[in-house]
């Protein structure tokens, strides 16, 4: 073999171990972060959050005084007011600092309270009255305004209706040897004692107007 086949030999050599050495791209495919739909993928079910941003105003000044008493974190937990045109919405969890006894367990009582604001009073009522209609007594009637009832299909609940706010609290039926009156009377004095309809319901009853 001569001098020339010699180098040619080597020359192919080195261009082949080049090529075969050559890194794949790290390109990653877009279809690894996007859905079939092709859309970024989110998370949709989101129930609480560990921060509180504090609203100004009264609601602000209320949770503020809470805190004492309770923790706060936000929460997205539908409340059938969500479904009506309203001006502004705070939805805060209140977890008790101090825990209860519930039968032969302890639990962290939690309230959730729903605000919204309405532009005026006739979008106030629509989204009440049309709240109030999803309730039943005992007997599967429903709810009337200003009518007390001794049972109701549901836990706990406490609301105050102005004429442009709604303030309703939710509880669970395991919380009720927890002392809500402090929270309510709080809620009362920040909000104002000049609410239209007052409503307190116990765990399944009764219900009371004030």
């Known amino acids: 073999m001569n001098w020339k086949n010699i180098i040619g030999l080597c020359l192919l050599g080195v261009l082949i171990s080049c090529n075969g050495g050559e890194e794949k791209s790290n390109v990653i495919p877009i279809e690894d972060f996007l859905g079939e739909t092709g859309e970024i993928e989110q998370e949709t079910e989101v129930i609480e959050d560990s921060v509180v941003v504090l609203p100004t105003g009264p609601m602000g ?11 706060t974190s936000a929460i997205n937990e539908f409340h059938p007011i969500d ?4 001006n502004q919405r705070s939805k805060i969890l209140f977890k008790s600092k101090t825990n209860a006894a519930y039968g032969d367990i302890m639990v962290t009582p939690r309230a959730e ?8 009073t006739t979008k106030t009522k629509n ?3 049309n709240w109030l209609d999803g309730f ?3 007997s599967g009637d429903e709810v009337k305004l200003n009518q007390d ?3 109701i299909k549901t836990p706990p609940r406490f609301a105050l209706v102005y004429d442009t706010v709604i303030v309703a609290v939710n509880y669970r039926c395991e919380d009720q040897k927890h002392n809500w009156s402090p929270l309510e009377d709080s809620i009362v004095s920040r909000f104002g004692k000049n609410y239209n309809y007052r409503m307190e319901i116990g765990c399944g009853g009764p219900l009371k107007w004030k």
């Open 61 to 71: 000044l209320f949770v503020h005084n809470q805190l004492e008493s309770f923790d």
């Open 83 to 86: 479904r009506f045109t309203f």
């Open 113 to 120: 309270f729903f605000y919204y604001t309405f532009s005026d």
């Open 127 to 129: 989204a009440f009255y």
């Open 136 to 138: 039943n007594d005992g």
């Open 149 to 151: 009832a001794n049972s």
